[in-house]
């Protein structure tokens, strides 16, 4: 057998065992998101699996306390991806094992963590929707990292793109991932601090509680106050000041509010609600009602002039956070509707083990509002920074009357 054939030969074994390890990738991608941001190729092949990816996987999916709602696959991508296909409600999780084998430990938990935060906030991964989500996955892996053990600094995980392509450019900034990603870390550190502080294990509400987190540090333009301690009496536990506050928000028909936990305490939230201009609360059914909605109308011509030049609409929250952690206010204005998020994430009592910390000289009840107001002009809801003073919201609301 002369060499050539030789040669030959062994190419083509060569060539043969790279087409049976590898196939074509058939699934729909438009839905996508790449952890370097860059374009995909247009063709995918898929590889055998790598179990060590899978190990990591259930790592980070333990941490963050979501369950693995798509599948792993190896295929020739850049480095790691997500991939939602809206015509199966299928998710995949797609990543390079070259990228694997080549980049950091902290790079590779990092890319993972972020693409699975999109699937486990079940983002729909469109242009549409790429801001929002590209930031809930960067805190969905802030707060995953800081929980595993080794892993990194803070500073560390602001760092990890540094040395890849910046992700999609036209709608995020590098101080905006920045930010996310600080966030979810701050929120696994309050989380941990609560964990450590007893066991719970026989209450089961407290478990609920750590799943929803307040932002903390607060957003800004909430003109805080602090209120004084001779406004909680003989309050003994932190179960007692809840119970106050409770009380005196009942008293003027605020029954729709929750609890979030924020380190060392709580917060109390109330639902969204429409005001009048003077700050007062409304007395009519459209209180509760998260749309700006006109007055009442006298006949047809009347009923058509609030269609087509409706008035001016007013919404605020209240927040009470109970906490011994000094604050300021950090980061971004919140939108409208990130601030009714907060009442439906929370749960609807204060947990034993909060409840039953000790009320002492260091622990704060500090009153927040966010109001947003609506124009005549575009109906587009805008945050009022700064707000008007806190202190004028719960005297007009009548709050201040319960304490």
Known sequence: ???????????????????????????????????????????????DA?????????????????????????????????????TTN?????????????????????????EIGHH?????????????????ADQF???????????????DIKRVNESLPPSYPSVLTDGE????????????????????????????????????????????????????HSNFGSAQKLGDIAVKLLSALNKQGYVYR???????????????????????????ENRWTNAPVGESFIGYLDYFKRLLMPSKAYFRTF??????????????NVTKNEASAWYGRGINRLPRTVANMPYTEGVTVTALVYEFEVPESNRKPNQKCPSVNTQLHLEKSGISKGF
């Not at 929750?258 to 609360?281: I, K, R």
């Open 177 to 228: 991932r920045t930010e996310a990603k600080a966030m979810g870390w701050k929120r696994a550190e309050g989380a941990l601090i609560l964990k450590k502080m007893g066991d719970y294990s026989d209450d089961p509400s407290y478990d609920e509680l750590l799943k929803a987190q307040f932002p903390f540090p607060p957003p800004p333009c909430c003109s805080p106050i602090e209120l004084p």
């Open 90 to 114: 299928k998710r995949y999780l797609i990543f390079s094992q070259n990228f694997i084998e080549k980049a950091t430990r902290l790079s590779v938990y990092a890319a993972l963590a972020h």
């Open 319 to 332: 927040v009470f956070i109970v906490t011994t952690n000094a604050f300021n206010q950090q980061g971004k």
């Open 141 to 155: 892996m802030g707060y995953v990292l800081a929980k595993i053990n080794g892993i990194g600094s803070l500073q």
């Open 258 to 284: 929750t609890f979030l936990s924020v380190p060392n305490g709580f917060a109390l939230v109330t639902q969204m609600e429409q005001y009048n201009a003077d700050y007062s609360h409304r007395f009519d």
């Open 1 to 47: 057998m002369t060499l050539r054939i030789i040669v030959f030969c062994l190419l083509s074994l060569t060539f043969s065992s790279q087409i049976s390890a590898q196939e074509r990738l058939n699934i729909l991608t438009q839905n996508h998101c790449t952890f370097s941001g860059t374009e995909w190729d247009d063709e995918l092949y898929r590889f």
């Open 50 to 86: 790598n179990k060590n990816v899978q190990i990591w996987v259930t790592e980070i999916c333990q941490a963050g306390d979501v369950p693995q709602n798509f599948e792993i696959i190896q295929a020739s991508v850049e480095n790691v991806a997500a991939v939602f296909v809206p």
């Open 120 to 136: 486990a906030n079940d983002h729909k991964l469109t242009d549409a929707l790429r801001t929002v989500e590209e930031l809930e």
